[in-house]
Each structure stands twice: as C-alpha cells, then as structure tokens.
C-alpha cells in the first residue's frame, strides 16, 4: 500500500473520532442539567456553589481574600440570595469569605460546625451574623431538607475530637439528585472518616476529596466504601494535593479534577454526570 494511502485513511479515522467526539459533546451540552455545581479557584480553600432552578446553596466560602471575586460572580449571574450557607467548619480557608458573602446577599438559612474558633475571621462571621440579625443553627446530628428530586443530608459531628478538633468538625454533606449522588466531606481527617465510614453503605456518583487531597490512611478506606466515579479536589499551585493521593484515585480509575486548574463546573440531569 502506497504512503499516500496509509497517510489518507489515518487522516480519514482522525476525522471521524472528532466528529464523533464534537456530536457527543454538543449531545452532552444540550442536555437538560438542572443541577450544577460550580467550584470557585480560590486557591487551596473550599467555595462552592450550588444551582437546583435558579435555588443556590452555597458550601463554604474560601478565604477573605477571595470574597470579591465570589461577589462579582453573584453580580455577573444575577445570583441576589442564598437558600442555604453551610459552613463546614471554621478554618479561615472555609469561612474567611463569610462575612463579605452575609454582608453582601440575603441569606435564608446558615449551617454551621460545632467547633468554634477563636480567630479573625470566626469573629467577623459572628458580627455579620448579627448585623443582619441571623442566627445559624449548629449541625451535631442529620439535618435534612429537599428540593424536589434534590435531596440533601448534612452530617454533624455529635463531639468535640481530640486530634484536629476543627477540621474533624467538618460538617460532610450529602446529595441525591434521581440516579446521581454527590458527597463532600469538608476537611475531615481521619477520626472523622473512621466515623463516616462505620456507618455509611451508600456508593456515590461523585466525591469533594477531604482537605484539599491531604493523604490519610483513611482516605484509602474512604474512597473502597464509597466507590466514586469522579473526584474534585480543591488545592494550589502553592499547596497542591498529595501525589499518593492522585495515585489513589488513578489506580481505582476515578477521572478527578483540581481546581488549581481552573474552575470545574458539573452538570447533572439525574442520570448522567457532565464535567467543564
């Protein structure tokens, strides 16, 4: 067979993979998502917001030095309230962005940690809570609540740990939307995922890897119960995810995606999962 040839019908199958690969995408972006989640780069933090028909539920709020960034995107989106606010704990990288966001948008319910912190921004949380005249209910036990088909559970911790009080506080929620299913699990370490895991028998879809994609004994443990397909973790170029981390969720086949990357935006229908 000449060159020409072989070249011509290599040029041909290249064609048709991008053909096939541009109809699956436009197949995928036309599809009705009516639940979007939209992960905010702001560095090694967790920010977090959440769309169920133009209903927003915001997990976390990075760090103080991200809030206007967070607010211009409100403006930019026509996003004037929060249904709910749940901060999963009180570490400045979760809650630094809070009194900005209280400050700035009207807010119907706020979710809290039991673990207070004697910080900054812990105080400025406080004050803006009481500026607005709003009290948060602090989360030691399940706390529910739905809308529609979207389904959500958040997981208190009922004590105080004794090793990393504050991010084994963290606050781990869990959604259902039809077929799919979503679980964040904040910064908890490994006293707080033993926990999680002693009691939890339900696969999940997806998963927000637990603090930034630090690695632990029990995150090994973490991801053979849970079983996801798809994993977010939200890291830095300064402080990026550990690599055993990362070999983790390759050996087990979990495509994942780091926010030190660029935003990550997830579409769900009920059915089927859609990455930007």
Do not use: W
């Not at 989106?77 to 749940?86: E, G, R, W």
């Not at 009481?130 to 997981?155: P, R």
């Not at 087990?252 to 990550?264: F, K, M, V």
């Amino acid at each position: 067979m000449k060159k020409t040839t072989i070249v011509l019908i290599v040029l041909i199958f290249v064609m048709i993979g991008i053909i096939i690969y541009l109809v699956t995408k436009k197949e995928d972006e036309d599809k009705k998502y009516n639940f979007d989640m939209y992960f905010f780069n702001v560095g090694k933090a967790d920010a977090i917001l959440l769309n169920y028909k133009n209903k927003y539920i915001m997990i976390d709020t990075g760090l103080e030095s991200f809030s206007n960034e967070i607010l211009d995107y409100f403006k930019k989106n026509n996003i004037t309230k929060l249904d709910y606010l749940i901060i999963t704990h009180f570490d400045k990288d979760h809650v630094g962005g809070a009194a900005a966001i209280i400050d700035s948008i009207k807010i119907d319910n706020i979710l809290e940690s039991n673990y207070p912190k004697d910080s900054e921004y812990y105080k400025n949380y406080l004050e803006a809570l009481n500026n607005k005249g709003l009290i948060a209910s602090t989360i030691t036990t399940d706390y529910e609540f739905n809308y529609d088909d979207l389904k959500f559970k958040v997981n208190g911790p009922n004590k105080i740990y004794d090793n990393n009080e504050s991010n084994n506080s963290s606050l781990i929620v869990s959604i259902d939307y039809k077929d799919n299913s979503f679980l964040f699990m904040g910064d908890a370490e490994n006293d707080r995922l033993e926990d999680f895991i002693s009691t939890n028998n339900k696969e999940y879809d997806f998963i927000k890897m637990p603090h930034h994609g630090k690695y632990q004994k029990n995150v090994k443990k973490l991801i053979e119960n849970v079983k996801p397909n798809i994993a977010v973790i939200t890291s830095s170029d300064e402080e990026p995810e550990e690599d055993k981390t990362i070999k983790l969720l390759e050996k087990n086949n979990i495509d994942y995606y780091l926010t030190r990357e660029g935003e990550i935006t997830i579409h769900s229908d009920g059915e089927s999962i859609y990455v930007e």
